[in-house]
């Protein structure tokens, strides 16, 4: 079972009102590869790096399984950079810079193997990439989307066109109301159906996720942390740990069901509350499959109650 990621794999500068990361590893397929690995040994990467890349880095997502020949190294370019700055309420956030850098022009190119990958994560880029990534893939099982206001605001059209494509669509509630025009959740959520994706799930950060499919919903609380160090990456790795998990079902029972999908929500949002306790990917990168279960043991136990007794 392979899982083809596409995503920046990057560097971010990140500054919080508790501290500042320096110039970290980052980007969308960094964080999805990383948790993609914990659950399958076969995986492909497309993105693009410069010359200024850590080969390290590079070094463990192929340690994890990951083959990166679809990754493109531009000689004496320079990665992708983005920087910004975190309010007190560590939700709102400011971009500082944008470096696009070696994204401009790029046009991706799917390795031979990669062409037949099962699972498709198409993480946050320009539509007009995730197209023409989604173009070079002969027949995957399911395609997971994510995206963001930004592509609502400057490339509706594409964006449409790539969303008719895809099984499960990810996005935060301001961006499913963006989209659809809907206030109420459900209503956005049953407009995003229409435009072709049969799974919606709709992300509130530290208030947890909403899954709809057809007439079923599913909610799942965030973990509760004492401290958070950096939320950057936290919705890149919940993609990561959905399609992940959704694909060693697969593997194990030939389908993927409801009850997988329910489960691949939780997993997700355990494995996103470790990437904000570090600064860039350094908490995934040490995340073992002992801390994973442990902590998933604990949030459980958030919604876990006994039978109702009705008072007589």
Known sequence: MAVLTLGTVAFDTIETPFGNSGKVVGGAASYIALAVSHFVRKQHLVSVIGEDFP?????????????????????????????????????????????????????????????????????NLDPTVQLAVLDQVAAPKLVVLDTMNFWMDVALDNLKNIIARVDVLTVNDEEARQLTGEHFLPKAARAIHAMGPKTVVIKKGEHGALMFQDEKVFFAPAFPLEKVVDPTGAGDTFAGGFIGYLASRH???????????????????????????AFGTSGLQALTAEDTLRRWEEYTQLTACGPLVWPA
């Open 251 to 277: 593997e194990a029972t030939g389908e993927v069901s409801w009850e997988d999908m329910k489960q691949a929500v939780t997993v997700g949002s355990v494995m996103a509350s470790f990437t904000c306790e």
């Open 55 to 123: 080969q390290a880095f590079l070094s463990e997502l192929s340690g994890r399984g990951a083959c990166l020949n679809g990754l493109t190294r531009v000689e004496g370019g320079e990665s992708f950079h983005w920087s910004g700055k975190y309010h007190e309420d560590m939700v709102g956030r400011d971009t500082l810079a944008t470096d696009l850098n070696v994204l401009i022009g790029w046009e991706p190119r799917v390795c031979k193997s990669g062409n037949n990958a099962d699972f498709v994560m198409l993480g």
